[in-house]
């Protein structure tokens, strides 16, 4: 088990009976960028077993957050949903990962199309500095099944207005963009579907995706992945990677 450590949970968070999130200690070794993901699990039979899992708090944080699901028959997240303030996680020693800004080229309007639990590594990109000082907007969208599944992203945003490290460039820059599927809401559609609509950029003010100005994150179920990526490529936007930064990137991480 050298490739992960122990580290302690300070802190657990229900939201729903699908949704949870947690923190845990942060060694002073563990450096990773925005948007970053980390192996992360517990020891099972003896061994442990690990899933990708997107760090969600900001790269300066002391602690170390994460947004998960709970998979009924899921091998680790059946456990890890029952973990409480104190146990051990096994953490893994190195963060990689394809949301980061490094794998953009600059542009001016920084779109993060999220579902579920893939809202974790915007949670990171959207309270990092960096993020405000590469693009004049920045537009969270997170698309739930249920109201309350949005909980987790609506208290995150309401927090960056009063973070004092990214509060008031947060606040000209970024706007919150939320929809539901399965229950009426102010906005119901997938975000794919508010795409094709022209609602998202009718109520944004915005001109649709162009790759000359628009950058692209995208996090979700691999079905979104691919409904999303074939709307940035019908766009022109290209595909970007850490060692060839692009328009758009993709994350393919996922917990079970």
Not at 4 to 19: K, Q
Not at 221 to 230: F, I, T
């Amino acid at each position: 088990m050298a490739a992960v450590e122990p580290e302690t949970v300070t802190e657990v968070r229900h939201y729903t009976d699908r949704l949870f999130a947690f923190r845990l200690t942060r060694p002073q070794s563990f450096r990773f960028r925005s948007g970053e993901f980390v192996m992360l699990g517990l020891e099972v039979d003896g061994k442990p077993l690990l899933r990708a899992y997107s760090v969600a708090s900001p790269s300066w944080d002391e602690t170390l957050e994460f947004f998960s699901i709970k998979v009924p028959d899921g091998p680790l997240t059946s456990r890890l949903q029952n973990i409480q303030v104190g146990d051990q996680v096994l953490l893994g020693k190195k963060a990689t990962g394809t949301l980061v800004l490094d794998a953009l080229l600059p542009g001016k309007r920084l779109y993060l199309l999220s579902t579920g639990t893939g809202i974790a590594p915007f949670a990171s990109v959207i309270r990092d500095p960096e993020t405000y000082e590469r693009f004049d907007q920045v537009i969270l969208t997170h698309t739930c099944r249920e109201v309350a599944e949005l909980k987790y992203g609506q208290d995150l945003v309401e927090s960056i207005a009063e973070d004092p490290l990214v509060g008031e460039f947060a606040a000209g820059k970024l706007t919150y963009y939320p929809s539901v599927t399965r229950e009426p809401f102010e906005r119901k559609g997938r975000i794919t579907q508010l795409m094709d609509d022209g609602v998202i950029y009718d109520e944004l003010g915005v001109p649709p995706l162009n790759p000359e100005t628009d950058r692209v994150m995208i996090c979700g179920s691999m079905e979104m992945l691919a409904d999303c990526k074939d709307r940035c490529e019908a766009a022109g936007l290209t595909e970007g990677s850490n060692a060839r930064p692009a328009e758009y990137v993709v994350e393919k991480a996922f917990a079970g």
